[in-house]
């Protein structure tokens, strides 16, 4: 098989010469021809990126990486089809070059290409940030909070909020309002404001003593309530006079005015006369004779069981710290809560151990790529894409097989001598596992290199 020496540069033992003309792509070249043909410096318009290099005795070109020469910021262009229209005229901007449009949302950037052609082909897209849009996708509300992905506004959804709270007895609760809704039944007894029983009704009234020989009329049962005359020992002290009949202890009225002198101190009954004498005080009205209750609980002394205020209300409340705000002055509740007051559903929060159990590497044969899922690592061995031979020896014309096991035939080939210069050898891809390589001069202290 014919060695080919595909390297830049190839050392030979004596000098080569050539006769004859070069007329074949595969014929070699004289130091003569090599001045007048091919490539031998670098003009001084390129001398930015390119030059000369001595690698290993051989002269090399090389390209240094591009430079940007410029980067313009334009506020007022509203996309690049703008740029270009009224900026860019196809010769004003070079290779490399970086434009940033902020007016656009999101704001874009882009860099010549080198193109020449004044249009849109002379740029390529650098970046495009997020839009509104795509941000306000981002995110979303739970229980109580509303979301507008569309605007990106958060707002309290009143009803569900007014639905986590409930009335307890002597309450009643609806639209966010608690109100009070309680009777005597459902409030305590205080030590002042007693409540009303007979038991003490009857306590409280007796009857007076009577001294001397006045008889006492009355008699009073303080177990049943009951009031009663004796009058059975006095009867035989009465008579009746004009105008009255007596029986039994019993008078009557047995007269008419016309019996009965009017005076001042002694007048005759009249309505105008009562009414005169009659009027309402705090809480009731009197006209004509009729008695009216005319009153609200602020004519009401407040003692032990005190009247409803917003203030005393919003002081009787209180909130959970974990997740809730409550404002005793306004009487608002307000969601506080972040996810560490959120017990996790099936959505579930982030953790670096999840994260990591999320990702595998791809088990088909031939991956390269393995994945520690403790540590979060992923690797790539070198074993799997480049297999090394070091201080090999190597007879004359002879083939020296090298089993890499790299899963592929055709493979790369590199071969260095014990001073670091390359040595071009000739390879025979045997199979995926193996190649084998020869060399027309016996070498020692060879490293080669296969690699995918």
Do not use: C
């Amino acid at each position: 098989m014919a060695q080919r020496f595909l390297a830049p540069a190839v050392p030979f033992e004596g000098i080569i010469t050539q006769n004859g003309t070069v007329s074949a792509d595969d014929h070699v070249v004289t130091r003569g021809y090599l001045h007048g043909n091919v490539l031998n410096g670098i003009h001084p318009d390129s001398a930015n990126y390119a030059s000369v290099v001595a690698d290993g005795g051989v002269n090399k070109l090389k390209i240094d990486p591009l430079t940007i020469t410029s980067v313009t910021v334009n506020t007022t262009a509203t996309d690049l089809a703008d740029f270009i229209s009224n900026v860019y005229t196809g010769s004003n901007f070079q290779e490399g070059d970086i434009v940033f449009l902020t007016t656009p949302s999101p704001i874009e950037s882009y860099i010549h290409n080198g193109g020449s052609a004044g249009t849109a082909a002379d740029w390529n897209l650098v970046n495009s940030g997020l839009s509104d849009a795509q941000i306000h996708a981002k995110f979303s509300a739970s229980a109580g909070i509303d979301y507008n992905a569309s605007t990106g506004v958060f707002t309290a959804d009143q009803s569900e909020i007014q639905a986590f709270f409930s009335a307890g007895a002597g309450l009643a609760y609806s639209g966010g309002q608690f109100s009070l809704s309680a009777t005597s039944d459902q409030i305590s007894e205080g030590s002042n404001n007693l409540f009303h029983t007979d038991a003490r009704s009857r306590a409280s009234l007796s009857i007076a003593s009577v001294a001397g020989p006045d008889v006492q009329l009355l008699q009073y049962n303080n177990s049943t309530g009951v009031l009663s005359v004796e009058l059975s020992d006095v009867f035989s002290e009465f008579s009746a006079g004009t105008g009255l009949s007596y029986s039994n202890g019993v008078y009557a009225l047995n007269a008419d005015t016309s019996m009965v002198s009017e005076d001042a101190s002694a007048l005759y009954f009249t309505t105008g006369r009562v009414d005169a004498h009659l009027s309402g005080g705090t809480g009731i009205t009197y006209s004509s004779g009729v008695i009216a209750l005319n009153a609200d609980t602020s004519m009401v002394s407040e003692s032990g069981n005190l009247y409803f205020t917003d203030a005393r209300a919003r002081a009787a409340i209180s909130v959970d710290t974990n997740g809730l705000a409550y404002n005793s002055g306004t009487g608002q509740i307000a969601l506080n809560a972040d996810t560490d007051d959120i017990a996790e559903g099936s959505n579930l929060y982030h953790t670096v151990a999840r994260a990591r159990n999320s990702i595998q590497a791809d088990p088909a044969a031939g991956n390269l790529l393995t994945f520690n899922q403790s540590s979060g690592d992923i690797l790539v061995a070198l074993s799997s894409f480049r297999k090394g031979f070091a201080n090999q020896t190597l007879t004359a014309n002879t083939g020296l097989n090298l089993t890499h096991s790299l899963g592929e035939r055709l493979v790369h080939v590199s071969a260095m001598d014990g001073s670091g210069n390359a040595v071009d050898l000739e390879v025979v891809y045997t199979s995926n596992t193996v190649v084998q390589v020869k060399s027309t001069v016996s070498l020692t202290g060879i490293d080669i290199a296969i690699s995918i």
